[in-house]
């Protein structure tokens, strides 16, 4: 998978303006592109864990907002499965949820490293 990866970001990423990777797989990839190329990472994991109720968000492991600044990345990408007519309860869960990871964005609000 990071082979592939690689391959897309020499060849296509560097055509655009920014390339979406995820963490697990994309640091390799990462370092393919030129510096003027945004990177955006992905800070939640893949799916959600289908014995809950309420497909709550699960960040990845290993990293913190501060640790994809510091490795290169110049934006986040987080995606919240939200359903306004769901539970009340799940729905203030994902509220918070989207709050804390706001303000670990807004901590960490400054250039990223250069990531060659």
Same mark, same amino acid.
């Given at each position: ?15 655009? &303006?920014? +390339?979406? =990777?995820?963490?697990? #797989? ?5 370092? !393919?592109? @030129? ?38 990345? &110049?934006? +986040?990408? =987080?995606?919240?499965? #939200? ?5 009340? !309860?799940? @729905? ?25």
């Amino acid at each position: 998978m990071s082979q592939f990866k690689e391959g897309i970001s020499e060849v296509l990423g560097n055509q655009s &303006s920014s +390339l979406l =990777l995820d963490p697990e #797989y994309g640091w390799s990839a990462a370092s !393919k592109l @030129n510096d003027e190329i945004g990177l955006i990472m992905a800070y939640e994991k893949t799916g959600y864990d289908t014995s809950e109720k309420g497909r709550l968000p699960n960040l990845v492991d290993d990293y913190a907002v501060q640790d994809l600044v510091d490795k290169g990345a &110049s934006a +986040l990408k =987080l995606l919240i499965y #939200y359903d306004h007519k769901e539970e009340e !309860k799940y @729905n203030t869960i994902k509220k918070a949820f989207i709050k804390r990871v706001g303000d670990e964005c807004k901590q960490n609000d400054r250039l990223p490293r250069r990531r060659n």
